[in-house]
């Protein structure tokens, strides 16, 4: 059973900064690109930023130069700090990644519970 679990959210004013885990837990083998996306109330689930197990990472235009995308393979881990927090950046935040549990099985996509960030003074 693998599990994706988030942590590090809650509430924090406009101009702050939060720093978001997510560890993947259980039987894993390999953990390949991971992922941030946030869903705001009434709105889609959006791709926020992403980092490769080799560590190159990408944005969404909305979060770059404020947001930074880092993990931690040993630990199966990756993090998001959030910084220079705008109203517009509440949501619950996911993390998500493709896993394989065994060598020769193809990776099946994982996704945690979701964790809420609120920007507000």
């Known amino acids: 059973q693998v599990q994706l679990e988030e942590s590090g959210g809650g509430l924090v004013q406009p101009g702050g900064s939060l720093r978001l885990s997510c560890a993947a837990s259980?039987?894993?083998?390999?953990?390949?690109?991971m992922a941030w996306h946030c869903e705001a109330s009434g709105k889609q689930r959006e791709l926020v930023a992403t980092?490769?197990?080799?560590?190159?990472?990408n944005y969404a235009d909305s979060v770059k130069g404020r947001f930074t995308i880092t993990r931690d393979n040993a630990k199966n881990t990756v993090y998001l700090q959030m910084n220079s927090l705008k109203p517009e950046d509440t949501a619950v935040y996911y993390c998500?990644?493709?896993?394989?549990?065994?060598?020769?099985?193809?990776?099946?996509?994982?996704w945690g519970q979701g964790i809420q960030v609120t920007v507000s003074s």
């Open positions: 259980g039987s894993i083998f390999i953990v390949y690109t």
């Open positions: 998500n990644a493709p896993i394989t549990i065994r060598p020769g099985t193809g990776a099946y996509d994982y």
């Open positions: 980092i490769t197990r080799g560590g190159s990472s």
